[in-house]
T-cell receptor, first 115, second 111 residues
Framework: DSGVTQTPKHLITATGQRVTLRCSPR?????VYWYQQSLDQGLQFLIQ???????AKGNILERFSAQQFPDLHSELNLSSLELGDSALYFC??????????????FGSGTQLSVL | QKEVEQDPGPLSVPEGAIVSLNCTYS??????FMWYRQYSRKGPELLMY????GNKEDGRFTAQVDKSSKYISLFIRDSQPSDSATYLC???????????FGAGTTVTVRA
């Protein structure tokens, strides 16, 4: 168990809908990362938050947004969902600001199916 | 061309064999190199972590980095059925915040 908690584990929804994925980092970790994993794209970095502030942005669509709350948990909001958004969404956390020498700990993911 | 190339396999080996996995990359700024193991329907788990070129050994696992060739490897000795998983390489530069992952290689160790 990595100590990173993601809910829900599974989410089934329809095109055009909006969903929220939640992540609680390991105790004491200040950074939260969101990744998307699909069969054709592999593991893609979406966004990183450090202590409530956005630190780095990757291949995140404009329909997607995230935030990190004062208690350090994070939410990833996906709106106007399309079939192609179906994927595994992982949250990871690390102790500091996410510099290169930090190690990431991943949650078990949320499987999103858009029908 | 992707920044990190990894053969997705799949790779099937008998129990006790040596598993050899590798990745190539194009970004010469990468300084830190990792291998993650991902079991089905689970999150990636950090397996090995190395800085710059050289070898690192941890039990049955050996990671090698050759920066001059932009090539990294992971060897699993005396492989076990419990080693059956997808192995992802990942790397990052000193001034980066974003890990770059390979596509992952799926390994099956047959009992």
């Amino acid at each position: 168990d990595s100590g990173v908690t993601q809910t829900p584990k599974h989410l089934i929804t329809a095109t055009g809908q909006r969903v929220t994925l939640r992540c609680s980092p390991r105790s004491g970790d200040l950074s939260v990362y969101w990744y998307q994993q699909s069969l054709d794209q592999g593991l893609q970095f979406l966004i990183q938050y450090y202590n409530g502030e956005e630190r780095a942005k990757g291949n995140i669509l404009e329909r997607f947004s995230a935030q990190q709350f004062p208690d350090l948990h994070s939410e990833l909001n996906l709106s106007s969902l399309e079939l192609g958004d179906s994927a595994l969404y992982f949250c990871a956390s690390s102790p500091g600001g996410g510099r290169a020498n930090e190690k990431l700990f991943f949650g078990s993911g949320t499987q999103l199916s858009v029908l | 061309q992707k920044e990190v190339e990894q053969d997705p396999g799949p790779l099937s080996v008998p129990e006790g064999a040596i598993v050899s996995l590798n990745c190539t990359y194009s970004n010469s700024a990468f300084q830190y190199f990792m291998w993650y193991r991902q079991y089905s329907r689970k999150g990636p788990e950090l397996l090995m972590y190395t800085y710059s070129s050289g070898n690192k050994e941890d039990g049955r696992f050996t990671a090698q980095v050759d920066k001059s060739s932009k090539y990294i490897s992971l060897f699993i000795r005396d492989s076990q059925p419990s080693d059956s998983a997808t192995y992802l390489c990942a790397m990052i530069g000193s001034n980066d915040y974003k890990l770059s992952f390979g596509a992952g290689t799926t390994v099956t160790v047959r009992a």
